[in-house]
């Protein structure tokens, strides 16, 4: 057995971006989301993650603009640490130790070298609680600062970020917790509190979910479970504060934010609408309806142009001042996941559920969302306890043509509905078009679904196994008469074993067997004729998982129980030929090897074995990959082949295996090379190709590259025997300096310019050079026309070299044009550039 090595877990994109507030730039090009361990960088107009800051070990809790540098920003963390980054060139400037997990963050201009966090408090109670306490950042050079200055300002406050604002540029800070609003004032150092009752007359909740404060006016706005938003004044005298309520939403306000100019507050909910009141003008609000699932976060830009709404399908959508929407940054959807991981056999994409109705297909590459398609085709009603179709079961031919998905809606007082739907692919749209819909396909619940994946097989087969008893084959057959659209599938065979109840089903690689588990006995089927060919039935206990072995393993059939046994017969003496026990939570097979993983469930953990076949020794061991069990995993093929020399990672090299842990994080499995690789090539230098034919371009050296593809392959092996010039050091570090820490763009110009202008003196002397070169070019041509003559008659001594062994040609001389050229691009000056670095 070969344990893990230097093989480990890691999250592979899927990471939630709608779990904290996102923060906008100053320039509203730059979208920045707290995800996972991570906090990424969006581009607010092409929707493109533009790179990860990573460097926290723990959860990203929180995501600020320094308020004296608006090309920087603050993360803080639970792994207790607070950093401050470049986000534009994605640089880590600073690390300051907290010592306690930071749960929020917050600044104000009017307090300079100063954050406000949120930590536990030291308790011997249950309950956890937090305090909210000022961090003095101290004045130091190094990268990696201990913070020991940590002054506490309020007690017994809420971790939700949402429960705390700055009022008036920093003069005042309000509070929310329960049913209780706090506010403190710097200057007088003490606090005002106002309680609500826990209901009101009316029965409504009074609990405080989110408030705001206005950026010029004392006013805070406070949000409310029952949908209320009160606007609280005068609230510097405890008994003479008054309030006024606004009430549109039907539930809890999620979250609320004032405009940078205070003329506006934005108000969301579950209803998905955004809306907009004018402040002091109430009764006038505009609606932005239809964002597609409920608003958890709204967020403003420092210039008030893009309004951006987190939802709780894990989307960010950027809105123009409330009029449109302009884009949509869609992470992978987490929910219950109630069909297999698939793999799109044509994108590569993964596939699973997403919105409600819907099958999601994220690229794994990009770690983006390419589209969702919309299944069920039904208005979904966001109301608690009301039964609505759901996708259950869905699955890929080997070529990516067909799809076919099973929706169910089981109502306590009707019968089950159930549909099965086959999709196939337009070539046009790029997408998948409803082709069959088959309405009651069984009587009963289907348990599985799987095409025949054979290659050559000369018919698309698809097989459902169902409650009822009974598996049914569905064949894709030709239209019956010209004037019919395209071909449609129809039920080909129905077949059942002994009123026993079908489980799962697997295809053979080659399509040729077809093995179906009637609860604690395994069938094996010819599709070809329907013939019972076989039955295996040694192990007791119902069968949960079948998986066909492949390559050098296509003789076995591999199995699980719910006796907790992991079993393998060989289909050629239709025997078992070990078992062995293990509580097998899941076993899936590697579509490109020999190789099967089985997740075994142990002492509240997931256990991973990777084995072959024909020997139950396994390749690889992971114990403890995550807690709970793991249902849901699927092996991808990899774009490129990994050439992996150790034992312990070979069976990586042709797939990637990921996994779905039961808190919906997606995770995979990579050697540590793979890591660095990985982020090595993220911190290259990228080029757009798009980029305009520019001076500052020719520099790169990207000409170059292009001029290596479109050589022949003789020069080039001519070229490689001398070193190409290098671009200039000062070119370089010109170049990839932050824009802010350079001098002004008028200062680089005029330098730039003067360099570029030609004095009289030097232009009456360039003339003279160009006389004395076109003298000496002519003497060269003649000295070339003696020496061809000459080399037309070889001597005796080149010619038994000749019959001896063939002489290496020299590299080819350059052109006259070549020649002029370069005399040309080494007398232009680059003292500009000098000038600049020295200064």
């Known amino acids: 057995m070969v344990e893990h090595g230097d093989i480990r877990v890691v999250h592979r994109g899927g990471s939630k971006?709608?779990?904290?507030?996102?923060?906008?730039?100053?320039?509203?090009?730059?979208?920045?989301?707290?995800?996972?361990?991570?906090?990424?960088?969006?581009?607010?107009?092409?929707?493109?993650?533009?790179?990860?800051?990573?460097?926290?070990?723990?959860?990203?809790?929180?995501?600020?603009?320094r308020p004296s540098n608006h090309l920087q920003v603050y993360s803080s963390s639970v792994d207790g640490t607070v950093r401050l980054w470049d986000f534009t060139d994605g640089i880590l400037i600073k690390t300051y130790v907290i010592g306690y997990p930071v749960y929020s963050i917050y600044a104000s201009a009017n307090h300079e070298k100063v954050l406000f966090i949120v930590i536990p408090m030291q308790s011997d109670k249950r309950v956890e609680l937090f305090q909210l306490v000022a961090v003095h950042l101290p004045e130091s050079?190094?990268?990696?600062?201990?913070?020991?200055e940590l002054s506490a300002v309020l007690s017994n406050v809420s971790s939700n970020p949402a429960a705390i604002a700055f009022g008036r540029g920093g003069e005042y800070l309000a509070s929310v917790?329960?049913?209780?609003?706090?506010?403190?004032?710097?200057?007088?150092?003490?606090?005002?509190?106002?309680?609500?009752?826990?209901?009101?007359?009316?029965?409504?909740?009074?609990?405080?979910?989110?408030?705001?404060?206005?950026?010029?006016?004392?006013?805070?706005?406070?949000?409310?479970?029952?949908?209320?938003?009160?606007?609280?004044?005068?609230?510097?005298?405890?008994?003479?504060?008054?309030?006024?309520?606004?009430?549109?939403?039907?539930?809890?306000?999620?979250?609320?934010?004032?405009?940078?100019?205070?003329?506006?507050?934005?108000?969301?909910?579950?209803?998905?609408?955004?809306?907009?009141?004018?402040?002091?003008?109430?009764?006038?609000?505009d609606f932005l309806p239809r964002l597609g699932a409920a608003i958890t976060h709204i967020t403003v830009s420092p210039d008030g142009a893009l309004f951006c709404t987190s939802h709780s399908d894990?989307?960010?959508?950027?809105?123009?001042?409330?009029?449109?929407?302009?884009?949509?940054?869609?992470?992978?959807?987490?929910?219950?996941?109630?069909?297999?991981?698939?793999?799109?056999?044509?994108?590569?994409?993964?596939?699973?559920?997403?919105?409600?109705?819907?099958?999601?297909?994220?690229?794994?590459?990009?770690?983006?969302?390419?589209?969702?398609?919309?299944?069920?085709?039904?208005e979904y009603i966001h109301e608690s306890g009301l039964q609505q179709f759901e996708v259950v079961k869905a699955a890929f031919d080997a070529s990516g043509s067909w799809l076919a998905t099973v929706e169910e809606r089981n109502q306590k007082a009707a019968e089950l509905e159930l549909n099965l739907k086959l999709w196939a692919f337009d070539e046009q749209t790029q997408s998948f078009v409803l082709n069959t819909t088959i309405s009651?396909?069984?009587?009963?619940?289907?348990?599985?679904?799987?095409?025949?994946?054979?290659?050559?097989?000369?018919?698309?087969?698809?097989?459902?196994?169902?409650?009822?008893?009974?598996?049914?084959?569905?064949?894709?057959?030709?239209?019956?008469?010209?004037?019919?659209?395209?071909?449609?599938?129809?039920?080909?065979?129905?077949?059942?074993?002994?009123?026993?109840?079908?489980?799962?089903?697997?295809?053979?690689?080659?399509?040729?067997?077809?093995?179906?588990?009637?609860?604690?006995?395994?069938?094996?089927?010819?599709?070809?004729?329907?013939?019972?060919?076989?039955?295996?039935?040694?192990?007791?206990?119902?069968?949960?998982?079948?998986?066909?072995?492949r390559l050098s393993c296509s003789k076995y059939l591999m199995g699980t129980t719910a006796s907790n046994l992991l079993c393998c017969w060989n289909l050629l003496t239709c025997s078992l030929e070990w078992s062995?026990?293990?509580?097998?939570?899941?076993?899936?097979?590697?579509?490109?090897?020999?190789?099967?993983?089985?997740?075994?469930?142990?002492?509240?953990?997931?256990?991973?074995?990777?084995?072959?076949?024909?020997?139950?020794?396994?390749?690889?061991?992971?114990?403890?990959?995550?807690?709970?069990?793991?249902?849901?995993?699927?092996?991808?093929?990899?774009?490129?082949?990994?050439?992996?020399?150790?034992?312990?990672?070979?069976?990586?090299?042709?797939?990637?295996?990921?996994?779905?842990?039961q808190h919906t994080d997606l995770m995979t499995f990579t050697t540590k090379a793979e890591?660095?690789?990985?982020?090595?090539?993220?911190?290259?230098?990228?080029?757009?190709?798009?980029?305009?034919?520019?001076?500052?371009?020719?520099?790169?050296?990207?000409?170059?590259?292009?001029?290596?593809?479109?050589?022949?392959?003789?020069s080039s092996l001519s070229v490689a025997r001398t070193a190409l010039p290098q671009t200039s050091t000062s070119i370089k570090e010109l170049l990839q300096t932050p824009?802010?820490?350079?001098?002004?763009?008028?200062?680089?110009?005029?330098?730039?310019?003067?360099s570029l202008l030609i004095s009289v003196s030097g232009c009456r002397e360039e003339k003279a050079h160009t006389e004395e070169e076109m003298e000496s070019e002519k003497e060269e041509e003649d000295s070339e026309e003696e020496m061809e003559s000459s080399n037309c008659k070889p001597g005796p001594a080149a010619a038994a070299a000749a019959g001896g062994q063939a002489v290496e040609p020299d590299a080819p001389a350059l052109t006259k044009a070549q020649a002029r050229e370069l005399r040309r691009v080494r007398k232009l000056d680059y003292s500009w550039l000098a000038d600049l670095l020295d200064s």
């Open 17 to 65: 971006i709608n779990f904290r507030e996102p923060v906008v730039t100053h320039d509203s090009r730059f979208l920045l989301c707290a995800s996972g361990e991570a906090v990424k960088v969006f581009s607010t107009s092409t929707e493109e993650c533009i790179h990860e800051l990573r460097g926290h070990t723990g959860l990203v809790t929180g995501v600020l603009l």
């Open 141 to 148: 050079g190094e990268q990696l600062v201990e913070t020991r």
């Open 177 to 285: 917790n329960g049913l209780e609003l706090e506010v403190y004032f710097f200057k007088k150092h003490k606090s005002f509190r106002f309680p609500l009752k826990k209901d009101n007359k009316k029965g409504g909740k009074n609990t405080f979910t989110c408030l705001a404060c206005h950026p010029k006016d004392d006013c805070i706005a406070t949000g409310h479970e029952d949908g209320k938003i009160r606007l609280w004044r005068n609230f510097n005298h405890k008994k003479e504060y008054t309030y006024s309520t606004l009430h549109w939403h039907h539930s809890a306000v999620s979250s609320l934010c004032f405009t940078p100019e205070g003329t506006n507050l934005l108000s969301g909910g579950v209803e998905s609408v955004l809306v907009q009141w004018r402040y002091n003008q109430e009764s006038e609000r």
């Open 314 to 378: 894990n989307k960010v959508t950027i809105i123009q001042s409330c009029v449109k929407v302009s884009a949509v940054i869609q992470g992978l959807v987490k929910g219950d996941i109630r069909t297999d991981l698939l793999v799109d056999p044509r994108s590569k994409a993964l596939v699973l559920n997403g919105k409600p109705g819907h099958l999601q297909f994220y690229s794994l590459q990009r770690d983006k969302l390419l589209y969702n398609l919309d299944i069920v085709q039904q």
């Open 440 to 549: 009651a396909p069984h009587n009963a619940q289907i348990t599985a679904v799987c095409f025949r994946q054979g290659a050559d097989s000369q018919t698309t087969l698809l097989v459902s196994t169902s409650k009822d008893g009974h598996f049914k084959a569905w064949q894709l057959a030709a239209p019956a008469h010209t004037e019919d659209e395209g071909a449609s599938w129809l039920c080909d065979f129905v077949g059942a074993y002994h009123d026993r109840l079908p489980e799962c089903c697997s295809f053979s690689a080659d399509g040729s067997l077809l093995a179906v588990a009637f609860q604690e006995v395994v069938t094996v089927w010819n599709p070809a004729s329907w013939e019972l060919l076989t039955t295996l039935s040694q192990p007791p206990g119902a069968i949960r998982d079948l998986c066909f072995g």
């Open 580 to 661: 062995t026990s293990m509580d097998v939570s899941l076993l899936l097979d590697d579509p490109l090897s020999e190789n099967m993983a089985a997740f075994c469930c142990q002492s509240g953990s997931t256990d991973l074995f990777v084995f072959k076949p024909s020997e139950p020794r396994p390749l690889f061991s992971h114990k403890a990959v995550c807690s709970g069990a793991v249902t849901r995993a699927i092996f991808a093929p990899r774009e490129e082949m990994l050439e992996s020399c150790e034992e312990s990672s070979q069976w990586l090299n042709r797939s990637q295996l990921y996994f779905v842990t």
């Open 675 to 714: 890591e660095d690789r990985l982020m090595a090539s993220s911190k290259q230098l990228v080029i757009d190709d798009s980029v305009a034919m520019t001076p500052f371009y020719l520099l790169l050296g990207k000409h170059r590259q292009q001029q290596e593809e479109n050589r022949d392959p003789e």
């Open 739 to 754: 824009a802010h820490v350079l001098p002004s763009t008028s200062h680089l110009c005029s330098m730039f310019v003067q």
